[in-house]
T-cell receptor, first 112, second 119 residues
Framework: EAQVTQNPRYLITVTGKKLTVTCSQN?????MSWYRQDPGLGLRQIYY???????DKGDVPEGYKVSRKEKRNFPLILESPSPNQTSLYFC???????????FGPGTRLTVT | GENVEQHPSTLSVQEGDSAVIKCTYS??????FPWYKQELGKRPQLIID?????GEKKDQRIAVTLNKTAKHFSLHITETQPEDSAVYFC??????????????????FGKGTHLIIQP
C-alpha cells in the first residue's frame, strides 16, 4: 500500500529538549516536504527536499532542521524546541514539486 | 515569493445548494493550482487540480476555474452533501526553480475555508 508514515503521532515535550519526527514514504517520490498547520494560518511549508542530499528552506524554517540521506526518509529535527513550535506537523511526498502531495497522518506536538 | 489569499474563511450552505470558494495568487509564473480537502482529524487529500494551460476542469460534482489574467481560481461544489463538510485549501505553485531570492519552491497554501453543510 502506497503511504507516508510519520512517528510519533503525538508528542509532549519540554522547552529545549531535542526531538526528531520521522517521515517515510514507499512511493519512490523525489519530492518531500514538511508543513506545520496552525488554526487560521493554513499549511505553511517548513522545509522541502527535491532529492537525496538536496534540501531547502520553505516559508517558516526558523528553529527546524532536516536531512535527506535516503530517498524514502525525511526527518524533521527540532534542536531546541520552544512553545511557539507547538503545532500539527505534516510530512508530504510527491513525484515532483508541482504534483499531488501525499500527506502523512500528522504529528501533534506540544512544547511546554 | 508566492502569496495565496482564500475567501471566505467559513462558508455555510444548505444541503443540495452550491458552494464556491475563491483564491487569488500573486506570482504570475505560478502554473499549478490544486485543491485539498481536510476532514476533521484527518490529513489533507487532493480533490482536484488544474494547470495554467486550461481554464476549467470538472470531476463529477466539483469543478475548478482559473482566470490567469486576473490571477484567481475558484472551487465549485454542486449539489452539496453532508460529507462535503470539511476544510478546503487552495494552493499555487510556480515552475520549478523559478523563484529568486529565497522562498519556497513548491506549494503555497491559502489559509483554508471551513465549509459547513446544513441539513
Amino acid at each position: 500500500e502506497a503511504q507516508v508514515t510519520q512517528n510519533p503521532r503525538y508528542l509532549i515535550t519540554v522547552t529545549g529538549k531535542k526531538l526528531t519526527v520521522t517521515c517515510s514514504q514507499n512511493m519512490n517520490h523525489e519530492y518531500m516536504s514538511w508543513y506545520r498547520q496552525d488554526p487560521g494560518l493554513g499549511l505553511r511549508q517548513i522545509y522541502y527536499s527535491m532529492n537525496v542530499e538536496v534540501t531547502d528552506k520553505g516559508d517558516v524554517p526558523e528553529g527546524y532542521k532536516v536531512s535527506r540521506k535516503e530517498k524514502r526518509n525525511f526527518p524533521l529535527i527540532l534542536e531546541s524546541p520552544s512553545p511557539n513550535q507547538t503545532s500539527l506537523y505534516f510530512c508530504a511526498s510527491s513525484r515532483d514539486h508541482a504534483g499531488e502531495q501525499y500527506f502523512g497522518p500528522g504529528t501533534r506536538l506540544t512544547v511546554t | 515569493g508566492e502569496n495565496v489569499e482564500q475567501h471566505p474563511s467559513t462558508l455555510s450552505v444548505q444541503e443540495g445548494d452550491s458552494a464556491v470558494i475563491k483564491c487569488t495568487y500573486s506570482d504570475s509564473a505560478s502554473n499549478y493550482f490544486p485543491w485539498y480537502k481536510q476532514e476533521l482529524g484527518k490529513r489533507p487529500q487532493l480533490i482536484i487540480d488544474i494547470r495554467s494551460n486550461v481554464g476549467e476542469k470538472k470531476d463529477q460534482r466539483i469543478a475548478v476555474t482559473l482566470n490567469k489574467t486576473a490571477k484567481h481560481f475558484s472551487l465549485h461544489i454542486t449539489e452539496t452533501q453532508p460529507e462535503d463538510s470539511a476544510v478546503y485549501f487552495c494552493a499555487a505553485s510556480p515552475p520549478r526553480g523559478i523563484l529568486q531570492g529565497g522562498g519556497a519552491d513548491g506549494l503555497t497554501f491559502g489559509k483554508g475555508t471551513h465549509l459547513i453543510i446544513q441539513p
